[in-house]
């Protein structure tokens, strides 16, 4: 079965900078998009960035050009950097994955995409 498995959330002050990993196991295909979402507190799971079988990427208008996602795909792992931290980035990001190329692009930003999900890790931004 394929898991995912986040880490390297924590607390920061706000202009501070993280990176958050997930792990992917149990997942063999040579097609696929992987993403990373956040919940903030009274909000909806929202998109973060994308990343496909092809190395191609998308992102929030929101983090646009502060946070920068990667794979090292020889070890499974995706990474989310986040750069200039804000107040309102503070929330709980998940890693998910489909085993598929999702077009159109922008549908790579929404939750219902995505089958398979990782557990979250906590990021707490403070003044």
């Known amino acids: 079965q394929v898991q995912l498995m986040e880490s390297g959330g924590g607390s920061v002050q706000a202009g501070g900078s993280l990176r958050l990993s997930c792990v992917v196991s149990?997942?063999?295909?040579?097609?696929?998009?992987l993403g990373w979402f956040r919940q903030g507190p009274g909000k909806e799971r929202e998109g973060v960035a994308s990343?496909?079988?092809?190395?191609?990427?998308l992102y929030a208008e929101a983090v646009k050009g502060r946070f920068t996602i990667s794979q090292f795909s020889a070890e499974n792992i995706m990474y989310l950097h986040m750069n200039s931290l804000k107040l309102e980035d503070a929330a709980v990001y998940y890693c998910?994955?489909?085993?598929?190329?999702?077009?159109?692009?922008?549908?790579?930003?929404?939750?219902?995409?995505?089958?398979?999900w990782g557990q979250g890790t906590r990021v707490t931004v403070s003044s």
């Open positions: 998910a994955v489909t085993p598929s190329l999702i077009y159109p692009r922008q549908r790579r930003l929404i939750p219902a995409s995505f089958a398979t």
């Open positions: 149990g997942y063999h295909t040579s097609t696929y998009t």
């Open positions: 990343i496909d079988s092809d190395a191609t990427t």
